[in-house]
Nanobody, 126 residues
Framework: QVQLVESGGGSIQTGGSLRLSCAAS????????MGWFRQAPGKEREGVAA????????LYADSVKGRFTISQDKANNTMFLQMNSLQPWDTGMYYC???????????????????WGQGTQVIVSS
């Protein structure tokens, strides 16, 4: 019933931009914490950004702050990740996640998110 579907990934050159989308359904989107995580081959999955869907307030990992922006279209239960100035180390599979909590406190702990999409691949070439 809960479904998260990512889109917008692709291959791009260093310095380029991509906009990822996550379409959510099957839960009350307006009162949860949504997040973006990424995983490079051979590495642990790491938090990228999160958003309080009630207010639209975003949170960011230090590695992406200033380059990435999380946003949403509440009317369509869709979350976005605008990625600018992409670097090779941004390469990985990007996952949309949701947890049924109004708060995003502790969002960097991926196990706090109960729902996950299948991921969309981002490849940044140098």
């Amino acid at each position: 019933q809960v479904q998260l579907v990512e889109s917008g990934g692709g291959s791009i050159q260093t310095g380029g931009s991509l906009r990822l989308s996550c379409a959510a359904s099957g839960f009350p989107y307006d009162s949860v914490c949504m997040g973006w995580f990424r995983q490079a081959p051979g590495k642990e999955r790491e938090g990228v950004a999160a958003i309080y869907t009630t207010s639209g307030t975003g949170l960011y990992a230090d590695s992406v702050k200033g380059r990435f922006t999380i946003s949403q279209d509440k009317a369509n239960n869709t979350m976005f990740l605008q990625m600018n100035s992409l670097q090779p180390w941004d390469t990985g599979m990007y996952y949309c996640a949701a947890r049924r909590s109004i708060s995003c406190i502790g969002w960097l702990q991926r196990n706090s998110f109960g729902y996950w999409g299948q991921g969309t691949q981002v490849i940044v070439s140098s």
